[in-house]
């Protein structure tokens, strides 16, 4: 029973050892399919506008993106408000933020009712009331945002501060609002 445990032992190592193999020498040698297709220069990239394609009114995607000016104290409707309905989206600039590194607005955001959410970079103050730095390279810490995604839709809401202007009491927000809808299956 000891010898047939020792050669069962002996086969195993040398298989391991096979494989252990195998796979050096694959990563040492390369294909020779990989190695012709080396020695081609790159192709150029090409970019080209996407066509349009017609779908079904199931299938529709609503993006709006703008890029709004706001003085301090007052509000834009991003999407035209239906009378007599809460906003659907509108931003109020409460005031500059001064004495910081980065230029910052106090600003409120109504959406339709919805709690929004923000990076970390943003300053919580209230209810959809933040106080948020210009962008930096990596928007999405200093941003405020919406996401909420149903079976056969998904409704995504970005506002990033591109400039404030302490002088003039100007601020310059880039907004953007997608709505998509998807048949079910």
């Not at 020498?25 to 080396?38: E, G, K, Y």
């Not at 209230?126 to 839709?153: C, K, L, M, Q, W």
Request: overall charge positive; aromatic content about 8%.
């Amino acid at each position: 029973m000891e010898d047939v445990l020792q050669q069962l032992w002996l086969a195993v190592s040398l298989m391991a050892a096979f494989v252990v193999g195998a796979v050096y020498w694959r990563r040492q040698h390369t294909p020779a399919h990989a190695a012709r297709t080396s020695t081609r220069p790159p192709a150029p990239i090409v970019y080209r506008d996407s066509p349009t394609i017609k779908v079904a009114d199931s299938q529709r995607v609503d993006r709006t993106r703008k890029l709004i000016r706001v003085r301090v104290g007052e509000s834009v409707d991003v999407l035209a408000s239906v009378a007599g309905l809460p906003p659907r989206f509108r931003v109020t600039c409460k005031s500059i933020v001064d004495g910081s590194d980065l230029e910052a607005a106090h600003i409120t955001v109504q959406f339709s009712g919805a709690q929004l959410s923000c990076g970390p970079l943003v300053d919580e103050v209230g209810f959809n009331e933040f106080v948020i730095p210009r962008a930096t390279r990596d928007e999405h810490r200093s941003s405020v945002f919406y996401y909420h995604e149903r079976g056969d839709s998904l409704e995504l809401m970005r506002i990033t501060l591109k400039s404030a202007d302490l002088k003039n009491g100007v601020i310059e927000l880039d907004t953007m609002q997608m709505h998509g809808h998807w048949p079910s299956r």
